[in-house]
Nanobody, 126 residues
Framework: QVQPVESGGGLVQPGGSLRLSCAAS????????IGWFRQAPGKEREGVAC????????YYEDSVKGRFTISRDNAKNTVYLQMNSLKPEDTGVYSC???????????????????WGQGTHVTVSS
């Protein structure tokens, strides 16, 4: 079973950028749909972006459209979340999750994903 590992979080000022990475050791992410989720303090987890197993489909939560981009580099066995124009409300713990069951589509429903990383903290503050 794939075990995702996130990296790239940190503290950034409003308007700044970060790139999060979701990698896996021991197995390839090529055949998995990957979703990025976040959870702010005191709030429920919400889906941010996802990419289908064949990279043909991506989906973004409305509040991040035009600011975040999800992509996959098969050679590096990594999925990225490029986050630009960050806002304080983007603060939270960002987790990536993998699912082998979705084919050519992806959904931002947490229950669809089988394997989860531990998360990486993103703080947007001046």
């Amino acid at each position: 079973q794939v075990q995702p590992v996130e990296s790239g979080g940190g503290l950034v000022q409003p308007g700044g950028s970060l790139r999060l990475s979701c990698a896996a050791s021991g197995t390839t992410l090529d055949y998995y749909a990957i979703g990025w989720f976040r959870q702010a303090p005191g709030k429920e987890r919400e889906g941010v972006a996802c990419i289908s197993n064949d990279d043909s489909s991506t989906y973004y939560e409305d509040s991040v459209k035009g600011r975040f981009t999800i992509s996959r580099d098969n050679a590096k066995n990594t999925v990225y979340l490029q986050m630009n124009s960050l806002k304080p409300e983007d603060t939270g713990v960002y987790s990536c999750a993998a699912d082998a069951g979705m084919f050519r589509v992806c959904l931002l429903w947490p229950d669809m994903y089988d394997s989860w990383g531990q998360g990486t903290h993103v703080t947007v503050s001046s």
